[in-house]
């Protein structure tokens, strides 16, 4: 379960994780294929525009970094290599991020705030978390219930 939400929350990242700067001769790790995000990765000169010559351009210099011992070519070993390096770098971020989260949600749950996190603060959270999916309150928790979320 929770690694489906894990899975999920990769899927879907934002796109703002990834620094322009990460943009290669390949697609995107995390970013689709939409105009804005076609605009955010080779709208160079910031203007709004993409012309043919600044796409080129941008593609060109990504080829560029790629092609790591610059010997003119891109090979198999280069163009994954590239990839795992931003993919890498984006899941660090993921990580970070969810880590951050999950630092965050202890101190919630840690209501008198000492650091260690009793069973009647942990009970506190899984009362409100079962109140807020059992909607109809008759204690079960099925398809009769209409919370997506809690
Ligand atoms: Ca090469
Ligand atoms: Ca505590
Ligand atoms: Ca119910």
Avoid: C, W
Wanted: charged share 30%; proline share 3%; glycine share 6%.
């Amino acid at each position: 379960m929770k690694l489906h939400i894990l899975a999920l929350a990769l899927l879907t990242a934002t796109p703002t994780m990834a620094a322009p700067t990460m943009a290669s001769a390949q697609e995107p790790v995390a970013r689709g294929h939409s105009k804005t995000e076609f605009l955010k990765t080779y709208d160079t000169n910031l203007d709004g525009k993409v012309s043919k010559a600044e796409y080129d351009a941008k593609r060109s210099q990504d080829y560029g970094r790629t092609d790591a011992d610059k010997d003119g070519a891109v090979t198999e070993a280069e163009y994954v290599g590239e990839y795992a390096a931003r993919l890498d770098a984006e899941l660090a971020a993921t990580r970070k991020r969810s880590l951050d989260q999950a630092k965050v949600r202890f101190g919630v749950i840690d209501a008198d705030k000492s650091g260690r996190m009793t069973p009647a603060e942990y009970g506190v959270v899984a009362t409100k978390t079962f109140a807020s999916l059992d909607t109809n309150g008759d204690g079960v928790v099925d398809d009769a219930d209409t919370a997506k979320s809690h």
